[in-house]
């Protein structure tokens, strides 16, 4: 097993949902973290926590991915102590709305293309030459089930998870010659703040899309990042594409309601 001792983690969007769950599995495993959201208060209150609770050290930082200027800086600017990032979870990411293409809102696909492809880019490029230097380092994209195909109402965000697989798999050909390890985690319906923000805080909208099944929780999702990030340094997990049991295509869910 790869031994995350000590170990410097960071984790994009981990204020919530996925991204707090794999801070807390990685925390729990030994990882110091640098911890990055949009909202800092919670990503400072979730290092404290796992501070206090095992005994890494952390750093919480206000990040918005969409701005590259700011990610350059971020990264540029890190205490030495964190400077040296061994794992990196590019899990920030969003959907926004669900309307066909061409009813659709086009700020919602900015926001979706800034974030889910050109911030994973801007955190990929601020991180990855160190890793090189130091020729180690694991990089984990939280993809999506919608990177491996679509639905209706979702060809913008679908668009923006295959491209996160294009990338994992091209960063990989790119690192072909070192030690670093790229790799992909892409669940299907979990239930997280996801759909909340997918519909503008509209939450009993929200509930329906979890109704009636079980759905995977983050914890599940930090689950397999774990074993990902632990195999030992010559195995490479490409793809994990993870379901509920209930569920084995976009819609096709097995609802008791
Ligand atoms: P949440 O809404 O619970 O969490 C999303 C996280 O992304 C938050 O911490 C949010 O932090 C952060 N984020 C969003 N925009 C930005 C930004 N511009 N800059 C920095 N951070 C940002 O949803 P999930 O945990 O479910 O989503 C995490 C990832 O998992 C996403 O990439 C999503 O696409 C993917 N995913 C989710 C699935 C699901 O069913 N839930 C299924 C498949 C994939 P803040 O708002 O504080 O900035
Ligand atoms: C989220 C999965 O099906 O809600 O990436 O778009 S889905």
């Known amino acids: 097993m790869f031994d995350l001792r000590g170990k410097i983690a960071c984790v994009t969007g981990a204020s919530s949902g996925i991204g707090k769950a794999v801070a807390c599995s990685l925390a729990s495993a030994g990882c110091d973290l640098i911890l990055v959201a949009r909202r800092v208060d919670k990503v400072d209150e979730l290092g404290g926590y796992l501070k206090e609770k095992y005994g890494v050290k952390y750093f919480a930082g206000k990040l918005d991915v969409r701005h590259r200027e700011e990610v350059e800086k971020f990264f540029k600017q890190?205490?030495?102590d964190f400077a040296g990032i061994d794992i990196l979870i590019n899990n920030a990411g969003l959907a926004k709305g669900a309307s066909p293409l061409h009813t659709d809102k086009i700020d919602n696909w900015d926001t979706m293309i800034d974030t889910n492809v050109k911030g994973l880019l801007y955190v990929s490029r601020a991180v990855v030459p160190g890793?090189?230097?130091?020729?180690?380092?694991?990089?984990?994209n939280i993809g999506s089930i919608a990177g491996r195909g679509t639905y209706p109402g979702g060809s913008v965000y679908c668009a923006t998870k295959h491209a996160v697989n294009a990338i994992t798999n091209g960063l990989r050909k790119d690192l072909t010659n070192t030690s670093i390890r790229v790799s992909t985690v892409d669940p299907a319906f979990t239930e997280t703040e996801f759909s909340i923000v997918r519909f503008d805080g509209d939450t009993e909208r929200a509930k329906k899309v979890y109704e009636g099944f079980q759905p995977l929780v983050a914890e599940d999702i930090a689950d397999a990042v774990l074993f990902v990030v632990t195999r030992p340094s010559h195995v490479t997990i490409s793809d994990m594409v993870i379901y509920p049991t209930?569920?084995?295509d976009f819609h096709l869910v097995n609802r008791k309601n």
């Open 78 to 80: 890190l205490p030495k």
């Open 131 to 140: 890793m090189v230097e130091r020729d180690r380092g694991h990089i984990i």
């Open 246 to 248: 209930a569920q084995s």
